[in-house]
């Protein structure tokens, strides 16, 4: 049992949890709790390392033991230390280490989802959820964005980022892949508070690029430069706008709905 927090490992684990820089540089990052650790099993994840306390489930013991049976490096580490690395209140006892893997994009995009600067964590993970269950092709997020690979978006994410491909890149490489889309490249939508045509009556059944901007500022200068199309989610009420998290939610499954039933 690990009972040191100047353990390698340990200490690995931390900066890791801490350090966006590190988890960039190394390509890996961390997963807690048992529902991520079972998402990572569903989906075919391979560990590099597994840490355990004695506080974990049955539910946790038996991925723990799909995990060890494939040849991983399960160890466990006493409570104390398993609390000092959790990002949550009361930690579930599991957390594993993961090398980032580039998953497939697919040959003929039709559903990409553009996030542009978005600085909240939660706001991200949920929306990378959401588009996971939309069965959105591609994510793209740009330079300024925050790090996908953070424990809260990971959180907020709940497995997504096992199911859906995830890729930083600059407008001109997104642009660049929106148009080398053939059959017919990708339309370019961009999400405004208010301007442009009520979403319920655009043709979102186009193959297309659906961009969200900052909760804050909105999209940037350069989406709003490459937009082709404006689109807003009409709001009868008093706000003058909604959650990121929210907004891309209607908008992802306003796409599904044309696609699916129709205007």
């Known amino acids: 049992m690990i009972t040191s927090a100047h353990n390698p490992k340990i200490q690995q684990v931390r900066a890791l949890l801490s350090q966006p820089r590190q ?38 013991m038996q991925a723990l033991e799909e995990f060890s049976q494939q ?8 409570e104390h230390l398993m609390q ?8 579930q006892g599991i957390l594993a280490v993961f090398e980032a893997r580039h998953l497939p994009i697919p040959k003929h995009l039709d559903f990409v ?29 740009t330079p300024k964005t925050c790090d996908p690979f953070a424990p809260k978006v990971l959180r907020a994410g709940m497995g997504a980022h096992f199911h859906l ?8 490489e997104i642009v660049a892949l929106c148009r080398q889309n053939t059959h017919p490249p990708l339309s370019m939508f961009l999400a405004e508070a208010k301007d442009g045509i009520p979403c319920w009556s655009s043709d ?27 689109i807003h989610i009409p ?6 706008s909604l959650n990121a998290a929210i ?16 205007y």
Do not use: C
């Not at 989802?113 to 990378?128: A, K, Q, V």
């Open 113 to 141: 989802l553009i996030l542009d600067e978005l600085r909240d964590p939660g706001n991200l993970g949920t929306i990378l959820r959401t588009a996971a269950a939309a069965g959105t092709q591609l994510v793209i997020l």
């Open 23 to 60: 988890r960039r540089e190394s390509e890996m990052f961390v997963v807690e709790g048992v529902r991520m650790i079972e998402e990572a099993l569903i989906s075919g994840w391979k560990p590099l390392r597994v840490f355990y306390s004695a506080n974990l489930s049955t539910r946790g």
């Open 204 to 230: 979102l059944k186009q193959p297309l690029a659906l961009i969200i901007g900052s909760e804050a500022e909105g999209a940037s200068a350069q989406a709003r430069k490459v937009a082709q199309h404006k």
């Open 247 to 262: 907004a891309a939610a209607l908008l992802i499954f306003e796409v599904v709905r044309q696609r699916t039933s129709g």
């Open 235 to 240: 709001m009868p009420g008093e706000s003058e």
């Open 165 to 172: 491909p995830i890729l930083t890149m600059s407008w001109d």
């Open 71 to 78: 040849g991983v490096d399960v160890e466990e580490i006493s």
């Open 84 to 91: 000092s690395l959790s990002d949550t209140e009361t930690p």
